[in-house]
Antibody, heavy 117, light 107 residues
């Protein structure tokens, strides 16, 4: 059964770049959609975007100008970068897999990222 | 963006009860509606896709229905492990959006 593990700094300063990695175990990242989803404290889930077959990406328009999602098939890792972060980017960030672009069939446990000076 | 509204936002029930959670979309989404279960500190679990199709391995006490704008998730015969937060999600059009969640608590 595939397992997903998010990793990265838990604290990022305002205006800097948030970078997270999702490591996929017991499965290849090829031929699946890999999304990032976040949940600010006390708020709902927000889809950030996905990467598919390495080169195909789609992003939430609300974040598109600041977000990059990429995939490394040699390491079975999916990465997220969010530039120019503010306190509003404080959230638990989840990595999720989908066999279609519109659903998420496996998730990681999430990692909390706090934006603060 | 399509807004997803769940009701109730929280629900208290007992083991063995039958509970229903409702999800309403702000526009028609045919059957592009998925359900998830989330427990604190755990990975969210995928339960139902395309409104009524049970994901492999999900117990048959879970069921989903609906089409268009109105959808329901029903749990028949609550088990202790079912107490969690449940989210609906529309996959009809990007950006994919979630309901605000329904917290199911033990009475």
């Amino acid at each position: 059964q595939v397992q997903l593990q998010e990793s990265g700094p838990g604290l990022v300063k305002p205006s800097e770049t948030l970078s997270l990695t999702c490591t996929v175990s017991a499965g290849s990242i090829r031929s699946y959609y890999w999304s990032w989803i976040r949940q600010p404290p006390g708020k709902g889930l927000e889809w950030i975007g996905y990467v598919y077959n390495i080169a195909n990406t789609k992003y939430n328009p609300s974040l598109r100008s600041r977000v990059t999602i990429s995939a490394d098939t040699s390491r079975d890792q999916v990465s997220l970068r969010v530039t120019s972060v503010t306190a509003a980017d404080t959230a638990v960030y989840f990595c999720a897999r989908g066999f279609g672009d519109y659903l998420f069939d496996s998730w990681g446990r999430g990692t909390l990222v706090t934006v603060s000076s | 963006d399509i807004q997803m509204t769940q009701s109730p936002s929280s629900l208290s029930a007992s083991v063995g009860d039958r509970v229903t959670i409702t999800c309403r979309a702000s526009q028609r989404i045919t059957n592009f509606l998925n359900w998830y279960q989330h427990k604190p500190g755990k990975a969210p679990k995928f339960l139902i896709y395309a409104a009524s199709n049970l994901q492999s391995g999900v117990p048959s006490r879970f069921s989903g229905s609906g089409s268009g704008t109105d959808f329901t998730l029903t749990i028949s015969g609550l088990q202790p492990e079912d107490f969690a937060t449940y989210y609906c999600q529309q996959g009809y059009t990007s950006p994919y959006t979630f309901g605000q969640g329904t917290r199911l608590e033990i009475k």
